[in-house]
């Protein structure tokens, strides 16, 4: 496969989407473990770890479909992108109309792998003692891999191999041809064989008749090696 596209981005209209985002959150996240703990352990958690604690952890999916919308009203290149069959944006202007030739289209191999983060999470205030819950908008970013798909050539032998009508009309004739030319020879053979025998009754006239009979009967073999042989 020869690769022709490889970029990370971040998906467009996710915040209007806030709804469907956390739907895909539940549905291909985790719920974190951390977020149960007591306020000393999470505020333990955060001073080790300097990372919040947020309630479903960090997405990564392979889950993802990618769908050209030829009649969106506001882009005829969009492509929207869909995680666990959920709505999760689209992809930014520039990136669709590089790309929206090769989605849902043979021949093309389509990598797609996102990554979201955001939510409710907890962190802490700003003298660091206490632990708060907040919110962050969920986001999702998206890398993207497009290959075309190298189709292998039929092999030539094959293609040979395989008769045409007007030859397989040829190979009959010839075959016929070559049948008929056959019997005339052996009938010719018969006739030369009885004009000697004439000539052993030196029956003269019998045998010249015979004999010019005879040599007529070869010949369609010389006319089969003319046409066919040459």
Same mark, same amino acid.
């Given at each position: 496969?020869? %690769?022709?596209?490889?970029?990370?981005?971040?998906?467009? !209209? @996710?915040?209007?989407?806030?709804?469907?985002?956390?739907?895909?959150?539940?549905?291909?996240?985790?719920?974190?473990?951390?977020?149960?703990?007591?306020? &000393? !352990?999470?505020?333990?958690?955060?001073?080790?770890?300097?990372?919040?604690?947020? &309630?479903?952890?960090?997405?990564? @999916?392979?889950?993802? +479909?990618?769908?050209? &919308?030829?009649?969106? #009203?506001?882009? /005829?290149?969009?492509?929207?992108?869909?995680?666990?069959? $959920?709505?999760? !944006?689209?992809? #930014?202007?520039?990136?669709?109309?590089?790309?929206?030739?090769?989605?849902?289209?043979?021949?093309?191999?389509? %990598?797609?792998?996102?990554?979201?983060?955001?939510?409710?999470?907890? @962190?802490?205030?700003?003298?660091? @003692?206490?632990?708060?819950?907040?919110?962050? %908008?969920?986001?999702?970013?998206?890398?993207?891999?497009?290959?075309? $798909?190298? +189709? #292998?050539?039929?092999?030539?032998?094959?293609?040979?191999?395989?008769?045409?009508?007007?030859?397989?009309?040829?190979?009959?004739?010839?075959?016929?041809?070559?049948?008929?030319?056959?019997?005339?020879?052996?009938?010719?053979?018969?006739?030369?064989?009885?004009?000697?025998?004439?000539?052993?009754?030196?029956?003269?006239?019998?045998?010249? $008749?015979?004999?010019?009979?005879?040599?007529?009967?070869?010949? /369609?073999?010389?006319?089969?090696?003319?046409?066919?042989?040459?």
């Amino acid at each position: 496969m020869k %690769e022709i596209f490889n970029d990370s981005f971040r998906l467009m !209209g @996710t915040n209007y989407h806030q709804k469907e985002a956390l739907v895909i959150m539940k549905k291909l996240s985790k719920k974190n473990n951390y977020l149960t703990m007591s306020d &000393e !352990g999470i505020k333990e958690y955060i001073l080790r770890t300097y990372s919040n604690v947020y &309630e479903y952890k960090y997405l990564k @999916t392979n889950d993802v +479909i990618l769908i050209r &919308e030829p009649k969106n #009203p506001h882009d /005829p290149n969009a492509v929207k992108v869909l995680a666990g069959g $959920v709505f999760a !944006g689209y992809l #930014p202007a520039d990136i669709a109309k590089k790309v929206n030739r090769y989605v849902g289209k043979s021949g093309y191999n389509i %990598e797609a792998t996102l990554h979201g983060r955001g939510g409710k999470f907890k @962190t802490l205030d700003d003298t660091l @003692t206490k632990v708060i819950l907040d919110e962050k %908008e969920i986001s999702f970013r998206l890398d993207l891999v497009i290959s075309k $798909v190298s +189709i #292998p050539k039929k092999s030539t032998s094959v293609v040979d191999s395989i008769a045409s009508p007007t030859q397989t009309t040829n190979s009959f004739w010839q075959n016929l041809f070559l049948i008929l030319s056959f019997l005339s020879v052996l009938i010719g053979i018969l006739f030369i064989l009885v004009a000697f025998s004439f000539l052993l009754k030196q029956k003269i006239l019998e045998f010249f $008749v015979g004999l010019v009979i005879g040599v007529l009967f070869f010949a /369609p073999a010389a006319v089969y090696k003319y046409i066919f042989k040459k």
